[in-house]
């Protein structure tokens, strides 16, 4: 049949990811490092993928494609859901156990001294990976959130202290991680009390992700809830300062 469904210009696609997480359907995948239409018939031709490419790289054309399947994407969709809510593993794997990390309290004086001598960690909760923190832990109660790229603590040289004091840390890569982080945090957001939530992110376009994915979160959640977005330069400075 002959219907609309989108077309994506392999020279324009810098590969960040960001229409294959917003495509609900599952018809967009990165392959070789751009961005591809896996399957005509999970494409709904609505488009949700177009105003999120940062290069314009996507458009609509008519042309003979199989007709939408709306089961096949269902199921998809649950797949998704089904990520977002994962089931605790039978091994036990003490990498999926959730708990609160407690700091004790120091004098002030005391703190210069430490930071003077040694950095403390400022990491309250573990685990940090996004797609591994259960949704209900107890420690979202009442949460300043940060979610980070991966990479900034590397870039960053004082992330602890300047990022994560007092913080729930939550870390990923939107380009190497399967999946979409939109999901998750949507369900995080909406089911606790979250006070305010910090975005890290580098300068590269395929860290993006992580901001489109909050804010997509941040919508769907409809909830007031403060934030921002702090970028930091492959060289380790704040750019948005």
């Known amino acids: 049949m002959i219907r609309q469904i989108i077309e994506i210009d392999k020279e324009k696609c810098n590969g960040c990811g960001l229409c294959a997480e ?3 359907e599952g018809a967009i995948g990165i392959i070789d490092g751009k961005a591809a239409l896996l399957r005509d018939d999970y494409c709904d031709g609505l488009g949700n ?14 042309r003979e494609a199989a007709e939408f399947n709306e089961e096949a994407t269902k199921a998809t969709q649950q797949e998704h859901h089904e990520k977002s809510h994962p089931a605790p593993l039978a091994c036990g794997c003490p990498g999926t156990q959730s708990k609160s990390i407690p700091h004790q309290a120091h004098p002030a004086a005391v703190q210069t001294i430490q930071a003077a001598a040694l950095p403390v960690s400022q990491l309250n909760q573990w685990p940090v990976q996004i797609k591994l923190a259960p949704v209900n832990a107890p420690y979202f109660k009442n949460a300043h959130l940060l979610i980070a790229a991966d ?12 990022f994560m004091t007092n913080k729930i840390t939550l870390i990923g890569c939107p380009k190497l991680d399967a ?16 006070k305010s ?17 909050v804010i997509t979160a941040l919508k769907q959640s409809q909830k007031m809830i ?13 750019l948005n300062d």
Not at 153 to 159: D, E
């Open 179 to 194: 999946g979409d982080y939109a999901e998750k945090l949507t369900v995080i957001l909406s089911e606790n009390t979250i």
């Open 197 to 213: 939530v910090t975005v890290v992110r580098m300068e590269v376009p395929c860290c993006g992700g992580i901001t489109n994915a």
């Open 226 to 238: 403060p934030w921002q977005v702090i970028t930091l330069s492959t060289d380790g400075q704040i």
């Open 151 to 162: 990479c900034t603590a590397y870039a960053y040289a004082n992330f602890h202290s300047e």
């Open 49 to 62: 993928c177009l105003p999120v490419c940062p290069t314009g790289a996507i458009s609509f054309v008519e």
């Open 22 to 24: 917003a495509c609900h």
